[in-house]
Nanobody
Framework: VQLQASGGGLVQGGGSLRLSCAASGGTFSRALMGWFRQAPGKEREFVAAVSRTGGSTYYSDSVKGRFTISRDNAKKMTYLQMNGLKPEDTAVYYC???????????????????????WGQGTLVTVSS
């Protein structure tokens, strides 16, 4: 499985960006998909995840209400729509996949990066104040 993240860039505070993650190999429709981020000098943290069917989504408290995760199984794509961006959202964003998760994995499981076996290369998001 290979994951390719894209869509990062420089945006002013309050602006929007849409990240995309293209998957190849594996059975995409069976994978729990997640977005994580790592800010300079900080550990990588959970941002959002979406279940195999797209029916369940999970968010960190810091992005809930501003970010929306979605997926298109036919295109093998995962998206992260980011609105109301803040300088503290500045980070490298990674998409990841877990092909072992059950459909009803739940938030605790989905937010644990240790469950994800495949990772993309990351895309940089910079939010200016």
């Amino acid at each position: 499985v290979q994951l390719q993240a894209s869509g990062g860039g420089l945006v002013q505070g309050g602006g929007s960006l849409r990240l995309s993650c293209a998957a190849s190999g594996g059975t995409f429709s069976r994978a729990l998909m997640g977005w994580f981020r790592q800010a300079p000098g900080k550990e990588r943290e959970f941002v959002a995840a979406v279940s195999r069917t797209g029916g369940s989504t999970y968010y960190s408290d810091s992005v809930k209400g501003r970010f929306t995760i979605s997926r298109d199984n036919a295109k093998k794509m995962t998206y992260l729509q980011m609105n109301g961006l803040k300088p503290e959202d500045t980070a490298v964003y990674y998409c990841a996949s877990d092909h072992n998760a059950i459909l009803t994995a739940g938030h605790i499981y989905a937010s644990d990066q240790g469950h994800y076996e495949n990772w993309g290369q990351g895309t940089l998001v910079t939010v200016s104040s």
